[in-house]
């Protein structure tokens, strides 16, 4: 349940971003960007540490106070909604 509430918020924030970065020339990439800005806050938090600080699961999980297990499950989770929402808007011609 709490999965598929993480998918509807981050589809009505994502309807929210079609218009922006416009700035950004390639189409792959916005949309990339559109996707990783949509994410839930958890989710996001969970990318940033991963992604942009390049931390380990077992890091995340201790620098938010989670299991491990749980950190490897909100990894994945938010891999999967940022390629659904990558997918999405290529569907949709964002």
Do not use: Y
């Not at 218009?19 to 916005?30: G, K, T």
């Amino acid at each position: 349940m709490i999965r598929h509430l993480a998918f509807l918020h981050q589809h009505v924030r994502e309807l929210f971003l079609k218009n922006c970065s416009p700035e950004i020339a390639d189409p792959d990439l916005r949309r990339l960007a559109r996707a990783v800005a949509s994410l839930p806050d958890r989710q996001h938090e969970v990318f940033r540490l991963a992604r942009f600080e390049g931390l380990r699961p077992e890091v995340i999980a201790c620098r938010l106070s989670i299991s491990q297990d749980a950190a490897n499950r909100e990894l994945v989770l938010t891999l999967q909604m940022i390629g659904r929402s990558v997918r999405r808007q290529k569907r949709k011609g964002w």
